[in-house]
């Protein structure tokens, strides 16, 4: 079975950043869409990057364009989400996530497989 773990969460002051990675182990990730979601406390987990397989595509939610960037390396089965001048609002578990059959989709319900998250929490 394919197992997805996430690291590099931790507390940041606002303004400061955090790198995220996420490690398959499995030959075929680079065969899958890769993404990356978060859940609040009390929240509905929501989606906020995506990147394809070659990363040709990859697209952010609006609340996190120009601060976030998602990439992947497919030597090291690894897809990453370094993020900048990090808000309080982003405080969540942050999930990594694997389409298998490589779909183009940003419902949380469309991805199969999932890690078992990293907390990130931003202080005010």
């Known amino acids: 079975q394919v197992h997805l773990v996430e690291s590099g969460g931790g507390l940041v002051p606002a303004g400061g950043s955090l790198r995220l990675s996420c490690v398959a182990s499995a030959p075929s990730f680079s065969g899958y869409t890769m993404a990356w979601f978060r859940q609040a406390p009390g929240k509905e987990r929501e989606f906020v990057a995506i990147i394809s397989r070659r990363s040709t595509y990859t697209y952010y939610e609006d609340f996190v364009k120009g601060r976030f960037t998602i990439s992947r390396d497919n030597t090291k089965n690894t897809v990453y989400l370094q993020m900048d001048d990090l808000d309080p609002e982003d405080t969540a578990v942050y999930y990594c996530?694997?389409?298998?059959?490589?779909?183009?989709?940003?419902?949380?319900?469309?991805?199969?497989?999932w890690g078992q998250g990293t907390q990130v929490t931003v202080s005010s």
């Open positions: 996530a694997a389409n298998s059959r490589a779909s183009i989709t940003y419902k949380p319900q469309e991805y199969d497989i």
